[in-house]
């Protein structure tokens, strides 16, 4: 597994998906898969999101996706969730000082939970490569 920033990149994830949705493994599995490793790092996440109104802390979810965990924050309404994680410190296009800082909340969560992450993706991914009897 290799960690770029911001995420985790498992190699031969793909193929493991392609070969165990060869042999019958639904589409949901692996969407709960990736559902439960965003749902540890929201758990670990929300507690540390700054909060002034709570529509930042509210905005957080986590993606069902088939190939990849995702926590999201931010919406139409909740447009400053970027400029809060990552910071902004001037608008090149206006010549404007922002002077936000950044709290990379999400960030600090795939750092504490890395190892879990780890450990129960890795587990849920051999339940399934054992129910479908995939190999080792």
Known sequence: MAV???SIKVEGLAKTI???RALGAEKSEFQNLNLQAAQTILATAT????SRTGKLKASLRAAKTVGYAMVRAGN???????????GWFEDQNNFIQKNIRPNPFLMRALKKDY????TDYDNGLQALI???ELGD
């Open 4 to 6: 770029e920033s911001g």
């Open 18 to 20: 392609k070969s165990l």
């Open 47 to 50: 507690p540390n999101v700054p």
């Open 76 to 86: 139409a309404r909740v447009p400053y969730a970027n400029p809060i994680h990552w």
């Open 115 to 118: 190892n879990k992450l780890i």
């Open 130 to 132: 054992n129910k479908y």
